[in-house]
């Protein structure tokens, strides 16, 4: 059983400055896909940023590449999720998922999560 532990997310201005952390353990953080994903209210939830397994290749949803940045830290099994010149359309549950397939293609339905962090961006 893959545990995902989410910390950070809270409510900020537009144009600021948030990060997410999510914690799991070695062996899932060296062998799964590892990503972040949100779920705005009455939206289904969608692909963020993640990293390949392995953490090879990193990927981004065109809505917010040059604004967030993902990364790990691979001493404390975590991935860190930067982002930056936040919008009020960024306003959703943001999820930590993993699988053992292509990051990109992680469903609600299927994979690993975590219990989500709400992150809200005032106007």
């Known amino acids: 059983q893959v545990q995902l532990e989410e910390s950070g997310g809270g409510l900020v201005q537009a144009g600021g400055s948030l990060t997410l952390s999510c914690t799991t353990s070695?062996?899932?953080?060296?062998?799964?896909?590892m990503g972040w994903f949100r779920q705005a209210p009455g939206k289904e939830r969608e692909f963020v940023a993640g990293?390949?397994?392995?953490?090879?290749?990193?990927y981004y949803s065109g809505s917010v590449k040059g604004r967030f940045v993902i990364s790990r830290q691979n001493a404390k099994n975590t991935v860190v999720l930067q982002m930056n010149s936040l919008k009020p359309e960024d306003t959703a549950v943001y999820y930590c998922?993993?699988?053992?397939?292509?990051?990109?293609?992680?469903?609600?339905?299927?994979?690993?999560w975590g219990k989500g962090t709400r992150v809200t961006v005032s106007s």
């Open positions: 998922g993993a699988d053992n397939i292509d990051v990109r293609r992680i469903t609600q339905d299927m994979g690993y």
């Open positions: 070695g062996r899932a953080f060296s062998s799964y896909a």
């Open positions: 990293f390949s397994c392995g953490g090879h290749s990193t």
